[in-house]
């Protein structure tokens, strides 16, 4: 089968695409004929030697996809060949064929399309898991979320919406304001011209916001700490800015706020059934028309290293989606 592999750390442009030899079926995993692969930001820093889990070299990223499954292995129950799916699956989504275990692999809605559906297991998995099973959001409080118009951010927007939050989305051009007020925010804050703490508090009467969502960091950790409501939940998604902030405890006590973790991966693996159980309720919101998963690019197999490029440009909106099979 045909992959696009990393045979040594480095950036977009060191990726090869090769013939390599189709993973054999394992007990308790799936294999799917790959149709399109959801690109993230963690993709880059695998090839880097930046993530926290590192393949055995040689690997193929690309940690989610969507396609038919060929062959499942022993004791798997939910899925069936010839099901359309989606899983997610750490690594090896560059490829044609693909293994992942039963417990990360679901079943699609039949108006719920490839691209979108590649897209969806990592930003939906993780931003569901942080609103709700971490910050309770409740209808009517204030969300702030920065990098709206980016993967993770732009389901954020549309997941807090339809949760009954008013959204205050932060972007860095005034190009990004369409796709995000499209998705459900009230308010979207250019930070480039704008200062997020002084907004925020403009918009909410002084008071701050109740529940921020940042895959951010640096400046707008900084920036959140300084708006965040009493009894606020700032949620630690990621550190796309590339400087991981520093919390001085005074303003967590003055605020009598709480900053939270978000490891989506860890809670799919420890309490698997939780993770499946806030999949089956997203996925009945997309077959309702409720999430409508947005992908702004799709590149071929091949140029999956372009693909890379134009996220790391952040001139992307939504997902970036690699097309392996029509």
């Not at 054999?24 to 963690?42: A, D, M, Q």
């Not at 990592?122 to 118009?149: C, F, M, N, S, W």
């Not at 009894?231 to 919390?247: N, T, W």
């Amino acid at each position: 089968m045909k992959a696009l592999v990393c045979k040594e750390f480095g950036g977009p442009d060191d990726l090869v695409l090769e013939d390599v030899a189709e993973p054999t079926i394992e007990p308790g995993k799936v294999k799917i004929e790959i149709h399109s692969v959801g690109l993230n930001f963690p993709d880059t820093l695998m090839i880097a030697g930046k993530y926290q889990f590192k393949p055995a070299f040689p690997f193929s990223p690309g940690m989610e996809s969507a396609g038919v499954v060929t062959e499942v292995g022993e004791g798997v129950t939910r899925i069936k060949v010839g099901d359309r799916v989606m899983a997610n699956h750490g690594f090896g989504g560059f490829a044609e064929y693909v293994l992942a275990p039963e417990e990360a692999t679901y079943v699609l809605p039949d108006n719920m399309p490839y691209d979108q559906a590649a897209g969806f297991p990592v930003t939906y998995g993780t931003t569901y898991h942080a609103l709700v099973d971490r910050a309770q959001i409740k209808p009517g409080e204030v969300l702030l979320v920065h990098g709206a118009a980016g993967g993770v951010g732009l389901n954020a927007v549309e997941i807090g919406k339809a949760l009954g939050a008013t959204v205050i989305g932060t972007v860095g051009s005034d190009e990004k304001k369409d796709i995000v007020r499209q998705y459900g925010a009230d308010h979207v804050i250019n930070y480039s011209t704008e200062s997020i703490r002084d907004r925020v508090k403009e918009l909410t009467d002084g008071k701050g916001a109740d529940v921020i969502y940042d895959p951010v960091g640096g400046d707008a950790f900084d920036q959140s700490m300084r708006c965040i409501n009493w009894e606020g939940r700032l949620l630690v998604v990621g550190f796309a800015s590339g400087r991981i902030a520093e919390l001085k405890t005074n303003l967590a006590l003055l605020k009598g706020c709480s900053v939270m973790g978000v490891f989506w991966g860890e809670f799919a693996r420890r309490t698997p059934e939780a993770n499946r159980a806030n999949f089956e309720t997203m996925l009945k919101m997309v077959e309702k028309g409720d999430l409508k998963p947005h992908v702004s690019h799709h590149f071929p197999l091949e140029q999956g290293g372009e693909a890379m490029k134009a996220l790391l440009s952040r001139k992307t909106t939504g997902k970036v989606v690699i097309t392996v099979k029509d």
